[in-house]
């Protein structure tokens, strides 16, 4: 879309002007690219406005302040600037056209306006248009000229131009010369354009009559209102000199590098004069010279040769025009035309300007995503100037070109802060001159978290192990997560999720901190009630939305020495019963005489059990096994001794610190129990309980009687109805202990008490088994254990395993004398 637009107004001290707009604008990749010119005067006043740019444009005026217009010029005074509420463009400091374009017919300023949301360049280019700001002005304050007296009416005498740096009809315009009757002015042009002043004599000079002549030249141009300017010309009237000093070349012309040293030598003018002495002595000098190429290039009054004395630069000024005149002795003067061309070498690098920046970019940001604009400038020329530019490629980021040398840097990939939470972005910029001039910006773009990872825990799952008679509410762990992200998304918060153990709340087990995800006990764990329990613990973060994760955490109750030995036999009473054991006096050394029989509910070495005897009349009597709690004869029972022994045994287990109970067992020596009633009355009653000792001996000896034979029974039942092969039985017991942690595993093997255990008691018949069988595995327990011939509490010693032997047929009841456990009240 094309528009073109004429505004005329006042411009504060400058006076009417016209300013000219031209709009190109079209549309590309979602960022607006336009072209818009202005026309204005120099030395227009600070604060002018040069046009509204955003109605220019035709965009809508309601949105401008949104948009936040501004001006990017790579130059280092961009001279205007844009007021954001209004979109107006104001002249921002002094524009002087002939300081910025010199002797050029054509001056203007260029620079960039960026707006925001959405990101739009704009390119302005300001015409700067002449003012009659400058008067002609002469080189020199005063000319002196020498003529001869014999030169004819037609002579000429150059003066010297006047210089105007405005151009058109602002420029000089003519010259007067004051009222003489010698010499008129007149302005001659050579082919190439170059304007000359000479003084023309119209009549014969006569020295003797008037031997200087002074001459006011003025210099006038076509302003409104017109300036001017003098310079007072001295005439001296010489003797005669017909000759004029002649160049060898009517225009010289020479080439330079922008880079050439001080005191190079450029070209030598040279001009000959045909007299002879003085008066063909030539001496050259610059005439008509601009003030830049004065102050870089010399003359050799003597030699004509034209050095370098200060510093060429293409971009300032990449040609001189100059006029050499040559001067005899005689005072005539030749003049001739000095041209230099500059021709451009690579000094220049590229120059980057970071427009616009986005920073943080957020770490979602979709791929194409514009993060900064770039300006790229090269103020060489041709190839010299022409850049290209890159990063690196390893980087989530790529250059785009829009328009001119403006370029976006865009997202290429998906961003990670978690990754990558900042990039160094350097944006390399290289010439095509020889050899490449290179410029490296670099860039920092920082990212932004969102909400993107879950808290995740420092293990897939938690084994917790915890001693029984815990207190109440003590810490016994803690969990920890954490989060990638940053802030309030990484903040994390634990709960246990809800749901119940064996039908009990969990929270009447357990609690945890929200913030620190220690965990507590809420109550005392007892090992031989709860050995383990799990449950989940959920890390939630205060993202939005939150994200969360779960866990699973398993607590192992630890066994602790709390429970002390339970003795099974002999079975402690709290009445008068006495529990006492018949040995016969001839008994051999090694006789069992009873068997201690003890159980630990505590697990591990806690359980393990020893037995020791603790009191006895006959110390070297009796000997108790350690750990099988067999109590036996030691030697062979003398008559002098008592026949009543009373032993205290003592069960102690293998706790830290250890926790123990006592037994007490008393031995009758007696071949025949009715032998022993009477002791056993003079110690346990009078003769008034003798009829009540007699019931009971007969109804223990009925229930021993009936308990034999159905041992007996169950037996020889057994025995014949056992398979071939070895037959294994489930468990009996249902499983106590789930698996158990590796590190607890030497708490369970090697001891006493293996778990789990069942405990059976059964009486002894023959006098070396006990009266108590062992303590035996609930799990896996075979039949050929449960009823082992030597097991089987028949025998003596005299014949031993009648029943558990194959060949024999049959028993007899009168061949097995029977051991009774009597109890007495």
């Keep these: 879309m094309t528009g073109t637009a004429v505004r005329t107004g006042a411009a504060e001290g400058s006076g009417m002007r016209q300013v000219r707009v031209f709009l190109f604008l079209f549309w590309l990749c979602e960022t607006v690219s336009g072209q818009i010119q202005y026309s204005i005067p120099e030395e227009i006043q600070r604060g002018s406005i040069v046009g509204n740019i955003w109605k220019d444009l035709g965009l809508d005026l309601r949105h401008v302040t949104n948009r936040n217009l501004r001006v990017v010029s790579a130059a280092e005074n961009p001279y205007f600037t844009i007021n954001a509420a209004s979109g107006d463009l104001l002249v921002s400091d002094r524009i002087d056209r002939e300081e910025m374009c010199g002797e050029a017919t054509s001056c203007s300023i260029r620079f960039d306006t960026i707006a925001d949301n959405p990101m739009n360049v704009f390119h302005v280019e300001v015409l700067i248009q002449d003012t009659n700001d400058n008067p002609p002005s002469f080189i020199k304050h005063s000319i002196d000229l020498d003529i001869l007296e014999s030169s004819l009416p037609g002579a000429r005498l150059a003066v010297g131009n006047a210089r105007d740096p405005d151009i058109g009809s602002n420029a000089l315009q003519g010259y007067k010369l004051s009222s003489n009757q010698h010499f008129s002015i007149e302005e001659t042009r050579s082919r190439d354009g170059l304007t000359f002043v000479e003084l023309v004599l119209e009549k014969g000079l006569d020295r003797e009559k008037q031997s200087q002549h002074s001459l006011i030249l003025t210099a006038y141009d076509g302003g409104d209102p017109i300036r001017s300017s003098t310079v007072d010309i ?398 036996r004869t030691s030697r062979t029972f003398m008559r002098k001794e008592p026949h009543k022994q009373n032993l205290v045994i003592l069960v102690k287990d293998n706790g830290q610190p250890p926790l123990s109970a006592t037994a007490t067992l008393r031995v009758v020596f007696t071949e025949d129990l009715q032998e022993a009633i009477p002791e056993l009355r003079n110690h346990y009653g009078d003769a008034d309980d003798e009829s009540n000792l007699k019931v009971y001996l007969v109804a223990a000896l009925i229930l021993i009687s009936f308990l034999f034979i159905v041992t007996l029974m169950l037996a020889v039942i057994i025995r014949c109805r056992r398979p071939k092969g070895p037959m294994v039985c489930n468990s009996l017991v249902p499983a106590l202990y789930p698996d158990i942690d590796p590190r607890l595993s030497t708490n369970y093997q090697n001891g006493t008490l293996p778990l789990p255990f069942s405990y059976e008691v059964g009486v002894a018949l023959d006098s070396k088994q006990n009266e108590f069988t062992f303590l035996r595995s609930s799990q896996n327990m075979s039949t050929d254990i449960l009823f082992s011939p030597n097991d089987s509490g028949i025998g003596n010693e005299s014949v031993e395993g009648s029943i558990g032997n194959e060949r024999s047929q049959e028993v007899s009841s009168d061949s097995v004398p029977l051991r009774f456990s009597t109890v007495f009240h």
């Design 234 to 631: 001295n005439i001296n009237v010489l003797d005669a000199n017909d000759n004029f000093p002649v160049f060898s070349q009517e225009v010289y012309r020479a080439s330079i590098s922008e880079g050439a040293a001080n005191n190079s030598v450029v070209l030598q003018v040279k001009a000959t004069d045909e007299d002879d002495g003085s008066n063909s002595k030539i001496t050259y000098s610059f005439t008509s010279i601009s003030d830049s190429a004065l102050n870089t290039f010399s003359l050799d009054g003597d030699t004509g040769e034209v050095k370098i004395k200060g510093l060429l630069d293409f971009e300032k000024a990449n040609s001189y025009k100059m006029v050499v005149n040559a001067k005899d002795g005689g005072g005539h003067v030749a003049q001739t035309v000095l041209l230099i061309d500059v021709f451009d070498v690579n000094d220049n690098a590229p120059e980057i300007t970071f427009a616009s920046v986005t920073s943080p970019v957020p770490e979602d940001s979709a791929p194409g995503t514009v993060v900064a604009l770039i300006n790229i400038r090269d103020r060489d020329s041709g190839e010299n100037g022409e850049v290209e530019c890159h990063i690196d490629e390893r980087m989530p980021f790529k250059l785009i070109p829009s328009s001119g040398n403006i370029y976006k840097l865009v997202s290429s990939n998906v961003l990670d802060r978690e990754k990558a939470p900042e990039y160094n972005v350097t944006v390399t910029a290289t010439d095509k001159g020889t050899p490449p001039f290179a410029t490296r910006r670099t860039v920092r773009l920082q990212l932004s978290d969102t909400n993107d990872n879950s808290p995740a825990f420092d293990q897939s799952s938690y084994q917790i192990f915890v001693p029984e008679n815990n207190p109440s509410g003590a810490s016994v762990y803690r969990v920890q997560a954490s989060d990638l992200d940053l802030d309030e998304n990484a903040h994390i918060t634990y709960s246990i999720l809800n749901n119940n153990s064996d039908n009990i709340p969990l929270s009447s087990f357990i609690s945890i901190n929200s913030q620190t995800g220690v965990i507590y006990a809420q109550c005392a764990f007892d090992y031989e009630q709860l050995r383990e329990f799990q449950f989940q613990v959920k890390a939630q973060d205060a993202g939005s939305p939150p994200l969360s994760s779960n866990v699973t955490v398993r607590v192992f109750i630890l066994d602790q020495n709390d429970n002390p030995p339970e003795i099974l036999y002999p079975v402690p009473s709290s009445d008068d019963s006495v529990f006492f054991e018949l040995v016969p006096p001839s008994s051999d050394s090694g006789y069992q005489v009873a068997k201690v029989v003890a159980v630990d509910a505590d697990s591990g070495h806690n359980s393990w059990l020893s037995y020791h005897l603790l009191q006895a009349p006959e110390f070297s009597l009796f000997k108790i096994g350690l750990h099988t709690g067999e109590i």
